[in-house]
């Protein structure tokens, strides 16, 4: 399987002032299978530490900060000495080591030479919650399911991913009927890595959305080992809601539709824990699509959307004949997977922070907004062949930007 944050990885590897490495994400996106591909196919020796149920070495670092005598714990600990020049060093579920994650920043400062790269499936939560975060004595990647491109790849379809990337529009047309196969299974498959290898061994759509399920699950499983109890029914409560909010013509999360009477300030928890554990992903609104959109953005009116598609699809009990056939079960949820898929391919596959635009009186809605240089860029969602877009019209009349797309 072909991850593009192998490339960041392997220029990272190759820094002069390397600095410890951090991938954030959420769990089942396949750090940890990153982490040691990247050890086996580019050094010698990988020197690999969980922290889940790994008291002993929590233990290492609770006593301070000494580089010496943590690597010699760690030489103990995996059975082999570790070298500067040919190990990589891996601290896995680092959430459950907060000194060790604050030791980064004395690897960073007193040992450079050593390549370490670390990451944490609930790291996010463990930050907002308290964790001394070493700023500017680490690089960090956040991970994500794997995009469109890299399921093509993994597909074995190299030369379409190849000409998406490359942008040969004439090719792509050429194969438009291959891109639309690939990208319905896309849809229902996803990018969840143990699902697209389940896809792919057994070319069985049904094994891969029992994969599906049993990741719910196990987020489900994961909300209980690590929230309150008061907190608990709130956060099912916004995890279950999220497909019926994004069903909606205007996807803007309403909390009402949660619970009657329901109020932002009685949510907010649960949102920013789903949010910080990378399960969801928060699009707020801007009120003017100006330079720089952060500086217009509503805290209090977004969207919210699934880390997966092929998630959205199994907590939606969507057919798999809705998606691969097209038939008329898929008219009123289309929107909500293509708007889906847009979102997944903006923030995994570029470096832009997508937006979305409305106004109290406004009659339209723009469906994304990126900032591209000094320009602020519409995006307008459609699931079918459509030219015609009255809000996008609508918008570029208002507004004039440079692009649309």
Known sequence: MQRFAMEKLVEWKNKKNRKPFVIMGARQVGKTWLMREFGKNYYNKVAYISFYNNVRMKQVFE?????????????????????????????????????AFESLKYFNEDAPEYHIIVAGSLLGVALHEGISYPVGKVSTLNLYP?????????????????????????????FSDKYIYHLKNYMYVGGMPEA???FLNNSDYYAAREVQ??????????????????????INMVWDSIPMQLAKENKKFFFGQIKKGARSSDFEKAIQWLTDSGL???????NAP?????????????????LDIGLLGAMS????????????????????????????????????TPYFYGTESATFEQDFL?????NAVPIEVKAETNTRSQSLKAFFDKYHPELSI
């Open 196 to 198: 697209v290898k389940s």
């Open 370 to 374: 990126i900032q591209k240089g000094m």
């Open 63 to 99: 006593q301070d900060y000494d580089i010496n005598r943590i690597i010699s714990a760690i030489n103990i600990e995996v059975g082999f000495t570790v070298s500067a020049d040919d190990t990589l060093i891996i601290f896995d579920e680092i959430q459950n080591a907060p000194k």
């Open 317 to 352: 009990e969507l057919d798999l004949h809705a998606i691969i056939e097209g038939n008329s079960l898929f008219i009123e949820f289309k929107g909500a997977f293509t708007e889906q898929y847009v979102l997944q391919q903006i923030i995994s596959d570029t470096e832009y």
């Open 290 to 306: 100006h330079i720089p959109l952060s500086a217009y953005k509503e805290l209090s009116f977004f969207k919210l959307f699934f």
């Open 213 to 234: 399920k049993e990741i719910v699950l196990q987020y489900k499983g994961d909300f209980g080992k690590h929230i309150s109890a008061g907190e608990l029914p709130r």
């Open 280 to 286: 969801v992903y928060r699009v707020h609104k801007v």
């Open 146 to 174: 794997l995009n469109f491109r890299e399921f093509l790849y993994a597909v074995g379809e190299t030369e379409l991913a190849d000409a998406l990337k490359s942008k040969d529009y004439g090719l792509i047309d050429s």
